[in-house]
């Protein structure tokens, strides 16, 4: 019994409110990298090339860029960390770990040879280092800055140069290499948000919160000219970002006002320009030009969405690509088709993932205000999602179209769980009370004997709820006046997840422990209480088509495959999501679909033993 990776849905970009993040691309155009918590992710632009996530940083990730060479990348983080690793293979080989500064490394060049890299950040006693990137030792030193570095940038060619940009509002101009300090230049009376060399090396232009765009000699470092003004089509506000075309002649720049400008080198004024957006989500922190091909840039909005833009076309996006910016805490176990299913995280935002197209959308409308809890859905297709704002919202539509209904329920207390029964009334869990809402708008209430964290129901009829004090409660929703008939006791922790296999004949509770104790329905009956293979809190239980077979997401970061005929048979998935595994669900008998901590969704094929 064996497992195969699947398909790796990535979140979107982090972003951090008025600085600038930093993007990158790979040589061919073909992916975009960037960094979310832990996590590095280079993402297909197009579909053509699967997802590549590596998870090797201990600490929050804040920069990473591929070689030219386009076999390694280089990612570093907030402790001041860069960890330089193989992108040719599969695995991921760590080549060189260097601690290049004493804290939060903001940005990261690589030299055009593939053998140097320069990072900017902040820093004990340095806020720029350059240094092999084999070996980790120093080529040069950066100094001249009084305050965090925010960008740094590399020519392409020789005779070799270094720039740096600073919150000192100035931009230091080093030889090399080795590289040693030139001279200041203060042109900028604003915080240096970001700066890069043209690909001919003829110049490099530098952005920041003055709005202004200036260009400079790439070999000299002499000021050349200002492109940006507010009257002649400019900026309003801060320019987080710059990025040259690869035939050096444009450059895109990104900005506060939620606009992102194409800018013509020889008369230096902006020839295109995008407004995306009406909102402090929609400013644009982020940008990168294809080093690959001419026309498409893609630009970053504070939101986390991915704007793909052609430059030829100064419209709208071409496409969008979204994903969770914030981990991903609820999934909905039942799936609306073999393929689609909603995701929540803990600011509040619910998507719709469609495997078939291996993308997602967010879900328009008015929604919560706060954390996702719980998210139900109803055979019909529609969803159900509560939160730490109490209340209960639909949403409906189809593929691709989702939106929030107007209709909203209030919870009155904060919702522990959320399910459906078959009917499609909502039974929600707040403290020791369970709340059901039919269709008619009439409630009723059943009392649990201890706060409730789980909730789940056959398609018989039978509700469990998960209690705090590791108990089981049962009750009867198939008669006109709803009852408790019998507890469950064989769990030692609180009871976190309760599922229901399909036919209703067993009953998987997990607690807070690690363990899961499988019930045989109606009476009880502990069938096995072996699997017990986890180390903390159980998050989420799910059952194949089959009910021969559970998968199991907890805190631990695993995920567990367990089989009903031969109980002692498993199958274990490590370290699945950095943070821990939030939700779990089979697609089919052999394929299921993960979510965690990290934003991130994944699938996996299941090689099972013979039963």
């Known amino acids: 019994m064996s497992y195969s990776k699947g398909i790796v849905l990535p979140p979107a970009p982090a972003t951090t409110r008025g600085a600038s993040t930093k993007l990158g691309m790979d040589p061919k155009g073909e992916r975009i990298i960037y960094c979310n918590s832990r996590s590095v992710f280079l993402r297909s632009l197009n579909g053509s090339q699967p997802t590549v996530a590596y998870a090797g940083h201990v600490k929050d990730t804040t920069v990473a860029k591929v070689s030219p060479s386009g076999f390694y990348v280089a990612s570093a983080d907030v402790s ?45 006693d340095r806020f720029a280092h350059a240094f092999a990137f084999d070996t980790g030792s120093s080529v040069g030193e950066l100094s001249g800055h009084s305050k965090v570095v925010n960008a740094v940038a590399l020519r392409p060619n020789r005779p070799f140069r270094a720039v740096t940009g600073s919150d000192d509002r100035t931009l230091v101009f080093s030889h090399g290499v080795p590289y040693k300090y030139a001279k200041s230049l203060t042109e900028h009376s604003g915080f240096v948000q970001d700066v890069a060399f043209s690909p001919s090396g003829q110049h ?40 040259w075309a690869k035939d050096s002649k ?158 909203t329920s209030s919870t009155q207390g904060l919702p522990k769980a959320l399910a459906l029964d078959h009917h499609g009334n909502r039974i929600y869990a707040t403290g020791t009370t369970i709340n059901i809402l039919a269709h008619d708008g009439k409630s009723s209430k059943l009392t649990t004997e201890a706060e409730i964290q789980a909730l789940d129901v056959s398609k018989q009829g039978t509700l469990a709820a998960g209690l705090t004090d590791g108990k089981i409660q049962l009750f009867d929703l198939s008669t006109a ?112 679909v993960t979510t965690g901590a990290d934003a991130t969704v994944r699938t996996f094929k299941i090689k099972h033993h013979a039963v």
Not at 91 to 119: F, P
Not at 225 to 237: F, I
Not at 276 to 301: F, R, T, Y
């Open 250 to 407: 444009c450059l895109c720049t990104s900005g506060a006002d939620r606009t992102v400008k194409v800018w013509d080198i020889e008369s230096k004024s902006p020839i295109t320009s995008w407004t995306i957006g009406d909102s402090v989500d929609s400013q644009q922190v982020g940008c990168v030009w294809s080093p690959a091909k001419e026309d498409e840039i893609v630009s970053l909005s504070f939101d986390g969405t991915l704007n793909v833009l052609d430059a030829s076309q100064g419209d709208r996006p071409s496409r969008k690509l979204y994903g969770h910016q914030k981990g991903i805490v609820s999934m909905s176990h039942t799936l609306v088709d073999q393929a689609t299913f909603f995701t929540g995280s803990y600011d509040g935002r619910v998507h719709a993932y469609d495997l078939a197209k291996q993308e997602c959308q967010p879900i328009e409308g008015a929604g919560p205000t706060n954390s996702i809890l719980a998210i139900a859905t109803s055979e019909d297709g529609k969803a159900y999602v509560t939160g730490m704002d109490d209340t209960i919202r639909e949403v409906s539509g189809s593929a691709g179209q989702y939106s929030f209904s107007s209709s």
């Open 481 to 592: 006046k709803a009852h408790s008939t019998q507890n469950f006791s064989k769990n030692r922790g609180t009871v976190t997840s309760v599922s229901f296999s399909l036919d209703g004949s067993l009953l998987a509770a997990g607690d807070s422990n690690g363990k899961i104790v499988l019930y045989s329905m109606p009476g009880g009956e502990v069938k096995t209480s072996a699997w017990a293979f986890h180390t903390a809190k159980i998050a989420s239980i799910a059952w194949s088509p089959s009910g021969t077979r559970a998968v199991s997401g907890s805190l631990d970061t695993n995920v567990y495959i367990w089989n009903t005929v031969k109980p002692t048979r498993n199958i274990a998935i490590k370290n699945v999501h950095p943070g821990g595994v939030t939700g779990v669900a089979y697609l089919d008998e052999d394929t299921i």
């Open 80 to 124: 001041g960390t860069v960890r330089v690793w193989d992108l040719a293979g599969e695995d991921q080989v760590l080549k060189t770990e260097v601690k290049a500064l004493g804290g939060r490394i903001n940005d990261l060049a690589w030299d055009s040879e593939s053998k140097r890299i320069l990072v900017g950040g902040d820093g004990r």
């Open 204 to 243: 490099f232009v530098s952005v920041g919160a003055d709005g202004k765009v200036l260009l400079y000699d790439g070999a000299t470092g002499d000021f050349v000219a200002s492109l940006s003004s507010s009257e002649a089509g400019g900026h309003k506000g801060t320019i987080f970002s710059v990025s």
